[in-house]
């Protein structure tokens, strides 16, 4: 069975650009979910898709965003990039609400220069 | 507000040893919990999920125990070895609408040959 997984794997952007990170869910599974993991942060909860609505959001700026495709897979776009966006974005997903637990990608490695 | 606390932050213990990382959490109307280890740069493996009606759960060298009522969490790891160095995460499920693991800040556990 596919692992979660994450493209591109880097990505290397300039300040007020726009990122596009993509995830495609492990079959079955309904839910995705956004992790941000800055440098010496924790992982902070960016934003929860199940089937294809926005369910809940962290405490990010709007220019965090993103969706839910038919087929579960999801796109994070972060728009007017800031240097503080440079960190580490993981993707999970679970079926329904995480009750057989979540699975991580490797993650997508942002650098805004 | 709902927390997760690991101590300690970091552990640097010699090869064989038997070791005990901790996780607490404030509210302890969980859904259930997951331990995941992080090695650097990468996503997140998991080790073992706790279901809220569990009071431990074991995957070969590893025992984790779950106590709701006190608010905490272990994870045993038995005989440790240099590849068990990594950051071991620990996350809550609270479900519902709420949907997203909350996590501790880690332990980073270092296995000296």
């Known amino acids: 069975e596919a692992g979660v997984t994450q493209s591109p794997t880097h990505l290397i952007k300039t300040r007020g650009q726009q990122a596009t990170l993509r995830c495609s869910p492990i079959s079955g599974h309904t839910s995705v979910y956004w992790y941000q993991q800055a440098l010496g942060l924790g992982l902070q909860f960016l934003l929860w898709?199940?089937?294809?609505?926005?369910?809940n959001r962290g405490n990010f700026p709007p220019r965090f965003s993103g969706r839910q495709f038919p087929n579960y897979s999801s796109e994070l776009n972060v728009n007017a990039l800031e240097l503080e966006d440079s960190a580490l974005y993981l993707c999970a997903s679970s079926k329904g609400q995480g009750g057989y637990g979540y699975t991580f990608g490797s993650g997508t490695r942002l650098t805004v220069v | 507000k709902q927390e997760v606390t690991q101590i300690p932050a970091a552990l640097s213990v010699p090869e064989g040893e038997n070791l005990v990382l901790n996780c607490s959490f404030t509210d302890s109307a969980i859904y259930n919990l997951q331990w995941f280890r992080q090695d650097p740069g990468k996503g997140l493996t998991s080790l073992l999920l706790i279901q809220s009606s569990q009071r431990e759960q074991t995957s070969g060298r590893l025992n984790a125990s779950l106590d709701k009522s006190s608010g905490r969490s272990t994870l045993y790891i038995a005989a440790s070895q240099p590849g068990d160095s990594a950051t071991y995460l620990c996350?809550?499920?609270?479900?519902?609408?709420?949907?997203?693991?909350?996590f501790g800040k880690g332990t980073k556990l270092s296995v000296k040959p």
């Open positions: 898709y199940d089937e294809g609505e926005e369910r």
């Open positions: 996350a809550v499920n609270y479900g519902g609408s709420q949907g997203n693991l909350i």
